[in-house]
C-alpha cells in the first residue's frame, strides 16, 4: 500500500523565482491538502484540493496557488519566492471532505537565497 | 489568541512516568480533533482521533470536552520511542465543505532512560 510521496526531497532557490512541488496521495485517498512547516512550528494549512477544486484555503496570498489532476495528485506552486517562503513543505491525504485523518508524506524542504 | 494553543515544553520525564498534554481551541465550531506525533525531522504521523467519549488506544488515552474546547492526551507507563513533538490538531472545516485542520505548535516530549 503506498503511501504519500513528494518530490523533491529537497530544493535551493533564489528570491524572486518560481517553484512547483509534486505530491502523490496515498492509494485510495482521493483529496489532498498542503501545508508549509517553519522550524520550530506546527504545519500552517496553505490549501486543500478536491474533485480537481481547491476546496478551503488558509491565509496564504495568491503567491500560493495549487492544482490537481484526475488521478488525485496535486501540485503546490510558489511564485516571486521570499527568504520567508523557505521551510518544509508537507502533502496530506485524506478520504472525502468530511474530518477523516489525514496522512502525510514526507514533505519537500525548500530554501531560499 | 491562537487558534489551537498547547503546554508550551519541553516535558523531560523519566522512562515509565504518567505525562499529559493539554491543548485549548477557539473555534466552537470545531468538529473533528486529532493528536499526531512528529518525530525530529520527519513528516507529523497520525497518533488517535479524538472522540467525545474519550477513547484509548494501549497505554494513550484522548479526551475532548467540547463545553470548554479542550482536549487532553495522556500517556501511562512512557518509553524512550514516545520522545517526539505531539501536535494537536482541530478540523474547523465543516463535512462536504473541506477540511481546514489548524495544527497547534506542538508538545515535545523526552523520555530519559
Known amino acids: 500500500d503506498a503511501g504519500v510521496t513528494q518530490s523533491p526531497t529537497h530544493l535551493i532557490k533564489t528570491r524572486g523565482q518560481q517553484v512547483t512541488l509534486r505530491c502523490s496521495p496515498k492509494s485510495g485517498h482521493d483529496t489532498v491538502s498542503w501545508y508549509q512547516q517553519a522550524l520550530g512550528q506546527g504545519p500552517q494549512f496553505i490549501f486543500q484540493?478536491?474533485?480537481?477544486?481547491?476546496?478551503q484555503r488558509g491565509n496564504f496570498p495568491d503567491r500560493f496557488s495549487g492544482h490537481q489532476f484526475p488521478n488525485y495528485s496535486s501540485e503546490l506552486n510558489v511564485n516571486a519566492l521570499l527568504l520567508g517562503d523557505s521551510a518544509l513543505y508537507l502533502c496530506?491525504?485524506?478520504?472525502?471532505?468530511?474530518?477523516?485523518?489525514?496522512?502525510f508524506g514526507p514533505g519537500t524542504r525548500l530554501t531560499v537565497l | 489568541r491562537k487558534e489551537v494553543e498547547q503546554d508550551p515544553g519541553p516535558f523531560n520525564v523519566p522512562e515509565g512516568a504518567t505525562v499529559a498534554f493539554n491543548c485549548t481551541y477557539s473555534n466552537s465550531a470545531s468538529q473533528s480533533f486529532f493528536w499526531y506525533r512528529q518525530d525530529c525531522r520527519k513528516e507529523p504521523k497520525l497518533l488517535m482521533s479524538v472522540y467525545s467519549s474519550g477513547n484509548e488506544d494501549g497505554r494513550f488515552t484522548a479526551q475532548l470536552n467540547r463545553a470548554s474546547q479542550y482536549i487532553s492526551l495522556l500517556i501511562r507507563d512512557s518509553k524512550l520511542s514516545d520522545s517526539a513533538t505531539y501536535l494537536c490538531v482541530v478540523n474547523k472545516g465543516r463535512d462536504n465543505y473541506g477540511q481546514n485542520f489548524v495544527f497547534g505548535p506542538g508538545t515535545r516530549l523526552s523520555v530519559l532512560p
Open positions: 484540493y478536491y474533485e480537481e477544486e481547491e476546496r
Open positions: 496530506a491525504s485524506s478520504l472525502g471532505l468530511a474530518g477523516n485523518e489525514q496522512f
